[in-house]
């Protein structure tokens, strides 16, 4: 009976011993998590706002559709001009501009076209995928874009890629990512990591900066 008791509490040790470390390493490993798949996720989203701004600037305006966007940097192209010859202080004091001087031939512009691809980013980036959250599967970033008008009256173009951390963190301990989404949206306002904003005008910041 006594052999039975004591390996009874051996094994109810043994649990309880556990329980304990099991208590203490599962924040530690669910933190270690959080921070790997954040931070390839804040790199994709920095992509992301990289390819809206040479977007907009080439079109006037920010685009809601990844396969716009993706297509934009594939196979889109910016132009470069290359200035070749210069316009001499004298002629300068003789009123020939810029424009007198490319009729006289004096200097001339000589204009290439740079794809959006290899300026952007380095060699082999997966492009196609930047629409996919990481670590996430086929999950994808939420995107939209809009014109924003401000209290002053002023419209102003916006855009935002976003996803919850309920996609972003799955697998995850449930409760924990309850716990860190009460934080995350005590402190920023959001659970989860997004760039830009449909509601205001943020200056493309992410709200983890």
């Known amino acids: 009976m006594r052999t039975a008791i004591r390996s009874i509490l ?28 954040e931070t390839a996720t804040i790199n994709r989203l920095k992509d992301i706002r990289t390819s809206q701004i040479a977007y907009r600037a080439k079109y006037g305006e920010y685009t809601g559709s990844f ?53 952007l980013f380095v060699r082999g980036y997966p492009i196609d995928s930047l629409r996919f959250v990481p670590f996430c599967d086929t999950n994808q970033f939420f ?29 995850l301990n449930k409760q924990l990512i309850i716990n860190y989404n009460a934080k995350r949206d005590k402190i920023v306002g959001f659970m989860g990591l997004k760039v830009g904003s449909l509601e205001t005008s943020t200056n493309n910041a992410g709200n983890w900066e």
Not at 10 to 37: D, G, H, Q, T
């Open 67 to 119: 396969d716009t966007l993706i297509n934009f940097v594939k196979f889109d192209s910016f132009p470069f001009v290359k200035a070749i010859g210069s316009i001499s202080d004298s002629l300068w004091d003789l009123g020939v501009d810029e424009k007198k001087a490319l009729e006289m031939g004096i200097i001339t512009r000589d204009t290439t076209y740079v794809q959006i691809l290899d300026s």
């Open 10 to 37: 051996a094994v109810a040790i043994l649990i309880v011993a556990y329980l304990l470390f099991e208590s203490i390493n599962e924040p530690i490993r669910f933190n270690r998590e959080v921070k790997k798949r």
């Open 143 to 171: 995107m939209g874009a809009a014109d924003l008008v401000t209290v002053s009256k002023v419209k102003v173009k916006v855009f935002e890629a976003s996803v919850l951390n309920m996609i972003l963190l799955h697998g």
